[in-house]
Each structure stands twice: as C-alpha cells, then as structure tokens.
C-alpha cells in the first residue's frame, strides 16, 4: 500500500528518499541514498524515525492486518527503510539495530533487499563495513537459515570486507546452513571450517547429511583444505563427546578421510581415549584405527582394552575381550593388574559377552595371584542366578545358584468395558428448547432429533409453540442457500414448517422455474467435502425435515442409540421395528442405515428369534446381521515416505448393500475425521472409524498426539480390530507407555489386541529407528509395557502382539541383531510359556538353528522349545 501525508521535507534529497520509500522501491531508495552527500545523509536519518511513526500512526503496519494471514500486506515500505536507514545512519552499531528492527520484520517470506543494502553500505569506510559485519553476526540468534537474508548480508559482508568471523555459533550454524552442494565453494571456507568442529549444535545440523563428508575429504586430498585440519577436528569432537547421533556426521568424515596407520599411530593416545565412554560408532571407529595399526606399547594396549571391558556395550566387550586374550597370552607374570577390568567384564548386561569373559578367566586361573582371584570372586557373587557357578569352583566364593522356575500365576483379563446409557429422552418442548445441538457435538443432535420427531408425535402444538422463536429466525432466502453445514439451518426450517405446514412448498411455487429454491439433498454437503461424521447426521435432519413437509414423520427415529457410544442394543432396535410393523409404518432409509451401522453385535437368542419374525424388509436385514451374515469392511494401511517422513493412508473397501455412510470416500480414507466424533456413526464398525483416525493423526505430523481416550473409545465399541486399531493401539504404547496398560488392558478385553497390533508396531519400531530424533520413548519401555500388560491378565493377547512382531521386526539378512532384539525374544519366550502357546514360528526356528550362539540365539532357542513342546 503507498503513503503520502508525510511533512515537507528540508531538503530536497530528503524528498527523493521519500519518495522511493513511499513508493515501495528498495531499488529506488538505493539509487537515492548512494548519490547522497555526507551531509545529506546526516540530513535523511534524522527524518526517517518520523516517516517511521507515520507509517506505523497511519495503520500500515502490522497492528492494521486483519490476521496474521495478511500481516504483510501492509509492510511493503519495510525494505526500502531498511535500505535507508542502512545508508544514512552514522554508526554501524545504529544501523545494526535499524535493520533489526521489529517494525520490520514480517511473518512470511522477506523480499530480497540484500542486494540494494550491499549497494548503499559500499559507499562507507572500509573499517565501518568490517564493523558492521561483525556487528550484524552477532546478532544471529538460534539456527537462522542460511537461505535468509540476514545470513546472506552477513556472510557477503563478511567475504568483501575480509573482516575476521566472529566466533559465534549462529553464525557457524547459518554459514553451515548456507553451504552450496561443493563445501569448496562455500565463502568464508579458509575461516569457517575449523569452527564447524568447535561450535554447539553443528553435529545436530548435519546428522542426516550423507554427501559432504566425501567431499570435505576429497578437498583434503586436493590440498584445497588441510588434511590434518579435518582429522584432528573430528577427533577433538570426539573427545568433547556428544550423542551417537551428533557425532554422525564428524564419524561419516573421518571415514571419509580413511587415515593411514601412520596418522592414527601419531595420534594413538586419542583414539585410545575414546573406547571407555564415546558412544558406541565413535568407539567402534577407535578400536578398528587402533587395532588395525598395532604397535601400541604394552600399558597403551593393556589400557585400551579396559576402556572396552568397562563398557555396557556387549560388542564392544567381547571386542575387547578378544584383544584381551592376545595381550595375556604375550604378558609375563601374573595377570592381577586385569583383574578389575575382567570382573567388570562378567557382570557385563550382554550375556555372550559375559560367558566368554568366563571363559577366558577360567582359562588364565592359574595366572591369577590370591590378590586377583578376590577380585574375581567378589565378581562372581553379581553375576545372574547359575552363571557364576564354574567361577566359584575355581576361585571360591558363593555364587548365585540357578533360580528355580516359577510358574506363572495368570490373573483372570478383566471384562470389557461397558458404554454408559442414553440419558432419558427428552419428555417435553421445553426441555427441546435447552437441548441446542452445535456443530460437532453429536450426542445433542441426536438427543433433539430423537425428541422432535417424539413429540411431533404426541405433542405437536406444543412443540408448535415453543418453536415458534425459533421459526421465526428462518429466512426465506436460506431455501435457496446451499449446502447447509450444520443442524442449526434444518432446525430452524423445522421450527418453520411446524408453525406454517407447506411453507417452502408455497415459496417454490411462487417463483419462476429458473429460479427455484434448493431441493432438500442439495442442501447436504457432497460427500467429498464433507466428513462423514458431520454428513451422516446432517442426512438424518434432511431426511426428517423431508418427512415432516410431507406428511409422513415416523412416530419414533429407529437409529436413536441406547448408548453414548452410539451402540444401538438388538433388543431395541427389534422392538422398535416390531411398532411399526404393528402401525405399517416404513422406516425412513437413512434412519435404517443408521441404526444398522450402530446395531449391537451381542443379543441373546430370543431376541434373534424375534427379528426371524419380523416379516419387513428392515426387519430382515437385521435377521441377517444378528445371524452373522454381515460383509466386514477390508482396510489396508499404505505406508508411503513423505518430504516430513511417513505417511499412513488407510485404504477401505466394503462392499456391503445399503451402506451409504462412505460414498465418496470407499477408496481413501481421505477426511480429518476424530475418532469420538466417528466412533458414534460407526459403532460396530470400529476398524473403520480407526482407519480415519489413522489418517487424521498423521495429517498433524509423522508422529502427533492420540488422546487416552481414543483408546477407551475403541475399547467400548465393536466389530473385528484389523490393521488400523492395531496402529492406533501402537502409537499410543510408543508414545505413552507409562499409561497405556490400562488402556491396553480394556482393549484386549474387548478383542481388540493381538497379532495386527503386533505388525503396526514393528512398522513403528522399524520408522522410528532411522528417525531416531523423533523418538519420545524407548524400545525397552514398549516391551516393559507390554510385559506389564501380560502380567496383568492379557498374557495371551500379548502372545497375539508378539507374533506379529517378531515376524516383522526380528533382524533379516544383512540386518544387524540389537540388543532390543534380544529384549523382545527374552519377553516373547516368557509369555508364550505364559500361555500355553504352540506352534513353530519360522523367524524363531531359524535364528534357534543358527551356529554362533547369542543372547538373541539362547533366547530364541527356548523360546521354540517352548513352541515345540
């Protein structure tokens, strides 16, 4: 938006600039400022606080925007003051604050003024831009994106005017973030590349880059940077220590730079440095320098290895174990001085690294002085119950005796959670007229309705007169609006119909053809844009509305629920069809289909025998359902990687007559849809409602917020659980697992849990494990969960889960075994011995044939005999 209005200026330089400025022209601006005179320019930074004051005083800032979607639409003057303001202001430290300024600043994407502030900046004294530079570094805050234009004017400052980078981790942040797709490129190369070792937050930044460690190196071996730069960074990161996951990056370089046997020789006490405590990748990387170049002094050795034998890492043990082995085949004398590093070694969490620490200690007995062996004795005490037994024999001591097995003592799994009733129907208009339904809130609609079409029945000049009000709110004009989005609309045209009968059939017919009111299933909204939640309900008021301009309003609605559920009990709902087969009433379709979807899937046998009777066509579909004759829906859960990781897209099929409620949707289940606003629609359909709520919860982000009480939902509805209850119940034991046995516990109850939960979750387990900075739990509190679970009665649905997740996340070729691996088989073969389970499961035989025994082989091992038992 331009401006005018601004005081005469002194001068006519000042005019110019106002001009330009008014005009929303950083270029123009530029041009001006860059002819201006020393004093002219003193002349022009005093009048621009004022210009800025009448722009703010005149709305045009971002206190006039509408909303934040429009918040930059009136600062389209911004650049061409911070333009101004950078080639008129006397000191850089003002100009540094100018062009921080807040008045500035947009929501959105910011317009390219680096270019015209280069421009008037030139003109100033070499060591004023070099200040400047500086100055404006400084003031980088967080990680800014090197894309902005804050970064861009720092870092082409900072390249002309030669000035010295300040040491600031923003700035090593943004220039890092700034970097062309060739590192050589980069400006500021000569002075930056060191810090990329140094500053806080680098290895977070570059934990996913792949490409330019093999470039970095290849600049190494050009001469373009110094090798011996490159290694040293990467081994002084090392030793500030960090994550696994920060130090990715520098551990990606430094095998990129593959060092000679002469560079990790002359850098040896380093390397050995890092196998106590570096994490687990950045120890694997010493120990492979140092054991391929050799030649360590014998107490450089002997101190590497316990570095490793004090680890909790079991590869990193037996590793070191192995080592070890070798050292004291060459060492003379006694071996005492290893004694505390391998008694450390056999209370070791990896139990194949513990066994073989046994080994090796019964194999050097002899060598140990009484000195040493109390060492070790006082290590075998610690060791788990029958591990330490051989130990004790050797050198004495007490070691803890095999624990007896205990049979487990299962606990009954607690009933099902039962869905509270219905309140009472609503008895009288006046009670109507409290019960206001609003969009999204379906237990009101369906309470209104319900009592509407019942009173319309008993008392309908009663209810003629208490919605007199509200009939007179409807506006003619709304017959011809399209679509209608809530009931509020199909409320008021019932209020209206009620207190002048034929209302809009007169309006129609007072019109010409061409200009007719909308039919009743116009005013619907179309399936593809509407939720069915929303629709479904919606279709109910139409067809009501319908029913009442016609004539032919039914006494009673067949699909009010007996449950806030939305569960509909077989006994009701025979009942009700029973009255109108008394009073050859037919039912209205969309009533039927709804009643039909909400039908209890549990009736006792004479109310199945009661609906056998009923000789209607409603009356017969619902003979079938309650004889099991029913189509289940088929849903398939497609994972498909996104820009912002995966997305889940449920794809549904259901090819069952008279089921409208998915029209448009049967392919994709493609709508936001919340669970508890579904779950009513669909109560006996819950796999369904689940595959929505799949949809909607990786709509907000990869990994967003499942509510508690989605689970006790899904717990109290019915109907086959298949691949989308099962994602759903695994999202919540990834996310919540210190909350979710409970809920867990009523799903189970209700059927709901068992091998499909298993497969989503090794889907979860497996996505989460290359996108680790995501993870807000543990693998090993998942299983504590699920063991909790098992423990609390639900033993043989675990065992379901189990099933399906050894048979998705057990290790395949060429994938590594971890110990989440060996924690998940521990658990598996626990709880099958729990419940009585049979059958072989081929994953399980083929890692228990494997030669090289493991803890995940020892496991997996009595896990199939308990299976083949």
């Not at 703010?56 to 979607?69: C, L, T």
């Not at 009670?431 to 309470?447: H, N, Q, S, Y």
Request: negative net charge.
């Amino acid at each position: 938006m331009k401006v005018s209005g601004h005081a005469a200026a002194p001068s006519g330089a000042w005019d110019a600039v106002r001009a330009a400025v008014q005009r929303e022209d950083a270029a123009a601006t530029a041009a001006v400022v860059a002819r201006l005179t020393d004093e002219e320019r003193r002349e022009v930074a005093r009048e621009l606080p004022g210009l800025l004051a009448t722009l703010r005083s005149f709305g045009h800032g971002r206190a006039g925007a509408r909303s934040i979607w429009s918040a930059d639409e009136n600062l389209g003057w911004s650049e061409a003051m911070r333009v101004a303001g950078a080639g008129t202001i006397a000191g850089a430290a003002a100009v540094v604050t100018w062009l921080n300024g807040r008045d500035f600043r947009r929501f959105w994407n910011d317009p390219d003024d680096v270019p015209h502030i280069l421009q008037v900046v030139a003109a100033r004294p070499p060591e004023w831009q070099a200040d400047l530079a500086v100055r404006l570094a400084l003031r980088l805050r967080g990680t800014e994106p090197g894309r902005s234009r804050a970064v861009r004017l720092v870092l082409e400052l900072l390249r002309r005017t030669g000035a010295e980078p300040p040491e600031h981790d923003p700035l090593t942040l943004a220039w890092i973030d700034a970097w062309p797709a060739d590192p050589g490129d980069a400006p500021l190369l000569d002075a930056m590349l060191p810090r990329v070792f140094a500053s806080e937050g680098v290895g977070r930044l570059l934990r996913g880059d792949e490409e330019r460690p093999a470039r970095l190196a290849a600049l190494a071996a050009s001469g373009r940077v110094s090798r011996a730069l490159l290694l040293d960074g990467c081994l002084s990161r090392f030793l500030r220590g960090g994550t696994a996951a920060d130090l990715r990056f520098f551990v990606r370089l430094h095998e990129a730079l593959a060092p000679s046997a002469a560079e990790v020789a002359e850098r040896r006490r380093d390397y050995a440095a890092l196998l106590p405590a570096a994490p687990a990748n950045v120890a694997d990387l010493a120990l492979r320098r140092l054991r391929a170049v050799g030649g360590l002094e014998p107490e450089e050795a002997r101190e590497a290895v316990e570095g490793l034998l004090f680890r909790a890492e079991g590869k990193l043990v037996r590793a070191g174990l192995i080592w070890l082995d070798r050292l004291l085949r060459d060492h003379p004398g006694d071996l005492d001085g290893y004694a505390p590093a391998l008694a450390t070694a056999l209370m070791c969490e990896a139990g194949e690294a513990r066994e073989r620490a046994a080994r090796l200690v019964l194999g050097y007995a002899a060598r140990f002085t009484p000195d040493g062996a109390a060492a070790i004795r006082d290590a075998v005490a610690l060791m788990p119950p029958g591990e330490g037994v051989a130990l004790a024999e050797a050198f004495g001591g007490d070691a803890v005796p095999a624990a007896p097995e205990s049979r487990f003592a299962s606990p009954p799994l607690p009933p099902a959670p039962e869905p509270t009733p219905m309140p009472v129907p609503v008895a009288t208009p006046a009670e109507l007229l409290r019960l206001w339904p609003f969009r999204g809130d379906w237990l009101p609609a369906e309470r209104w309705l319900d009592g509407f079409v019942r009173l319309a029945a008993g008392d309908r000049p009663a209810l003629t007169g208490a919605l007199a009000t509200t009939a007179g709110r409807f506006r003619t004009r709304d017959y011809w609006r399209r679509p209608w989005w809530d009931t509020e609309p199909w409320i008021m045209a019932m209020a209206k119909e009620l207190s002048d009968p034929g209302v809009e059939r007169r309006t129609a017919n007072a019109v010409l053809a061409g200009d007719r009111p909308a039919a009743v299933e116009e005013r619907i909204p179309e399936a593809g844009h509407a939720k069915p939640s929303l629709r479904m309900p919606l279709r109910r008021y139409a067809e009501v509305y319908q029913a009442l301009t016609d004539g032919a309003l039914p006494p009673y609605l067949l699909a009010t629920p007996t449950h806030v559920s939305g569960r509909l009990d077989a006994a009701v709902l025979v009942e009700r069809l029973e009255g109108y087969e008394r009073d050859g009433m037919e039912p209205l379709p969309v009533d039927l289909e709804q009643a039909l979807l909400r039908l209890s899937r549990t009736a006792p046998g004479e109310v199945a025998e009661r609906a056998a009777r009923l000789t209607g066509a409603a009356g017969r579909a619902v003979a079938r359902l309650l004889s099991g004759e029913r189509v289940e829906p088929r849903v398939e859960l497609r994972w498909k990687e996104g820009s912002h990781g995966p997305r889940i897209t449920p794809v549904l099929s259901w090819d069952s007559p008279g089921i409208t409620v998915l029209d448009g949707q049967m392919t994709s289940a493609g709508s936001e849809e919340m669970l508890d606003q579904l779950l009513p629609v669909l109560p006996a359909h819950r796999e369904v409602a689940a595959a929505f709520a799949v949809h909607a919860m990786q709509s907000y982000g990869p990994y967003s917020k499942l509510e508690s009480d989605a689970l006790t939902a899904l717990a109290t509805a019915e109907g086959p659980a298949g691949p989308s209850v099962g994602c759903l119940a695994a999202h919540h034991l990834c996310r919540h697992p210190e909350e979710a046995v409970p809920l867990l516990l009523d799903l189970a109850a209700s059927g709901g849990l068992g091998e499909e939960t298993g497969r989503q979750l090794a889907a979860l387990l497996r996505d989460d494990a290359t996108r680790w900075e995501y993870r807000c739990y543990s693998p090993v509190e998942v299983l504590r969960a699920l063991e909790e679970l098992a423990r609390s009665g639900a033993h043989r649905e675990v065992w379901g889960v189990m099933t399906g997740l050894l048979a998705a996340y057990l290790p395949g070729p060429g994938e590594r075994a971890t110990s989440t691996h060996t924690r998940m088989m521990t658990l598996a073969a626990d709880v099958a011995g729990w419940a009585g389970a049979r059958g072989a499961l081929e994953p399980v035989a083929e890692l228990a044939g494997r030669s090289r025994v493991t803890g995940l082989v020892r496991e997996a091992r009595r896990l199939h005999a308990t299976l083949t038992a």
